[in-house]
């Protein structure tokens, strides 16, 4: 049975996010997602604080179908070493030195990474952006 891993702030679920999880899925059993604790957020991109709780955005994740289980998380180099699985999955453009840091964890600890392009023409960022326009 294989585990599948993605993080992310799951902020304003949208079609790229189902569609992040539905790829995630397939590539092994059983799904887990963690979704960064709000207060992280806010400490790391204050200019763009999350706008649902970490409750909600943990509750919408799960009740996601391709998604089994969920767990909070702060530092994604952390995380990685406290849930167990078999397949990290991250975003093409998650490369910040955390992410960086977490891949040469689970590289070093015989898991699989796999990069998954974003969904084009949609993102958290930009439906914000939008609702602050109308």
């Not at 899925?25 to 604080?49: C, F, H, I, M, N």
């Not at 530092?75 to 975003?91: L, N, Q, T, Y």
Request: with cysteine; charged share 30%; aromatic share 8%.
């Amino acid at each position: 049975m294989k585990t599948v891993f993605t993080v992310g702030v799951f902020d304003l679920i949208h079609f790229g996010h189902v569609e992040l999880f539905r790829k995630a899925r397939a590539l092994g059993d059983r799904l887990v997602v963690a979704v960064q604790d709000s207060a992280t957020v806010a400490k790391y991109k204050p200019e763009s604080p999350a706008v649902n709780s970490t409750e909600m955005r943990m509750y919408m994740v799960k009740a996601i179908r391709y998604v089994d289980d969920v767990v909070v998380y702060e530092d994604v180099d952390r995380i990685v070493e406290e849930v167990p699985f078999d397949i990290f999955v991250a975003g093409g453009d998650q490369s910040h030195e955390g992410f960086r840091r977490a891949v040469a964890w689970c590289e070093a600890h015989g898991k699989q990474v796999v990069r998954l392009p974003r969904t084009e023409g949609v993102s958290s960022t930009h439906l914000k952006d939008l609702i602050r326009s109308l």
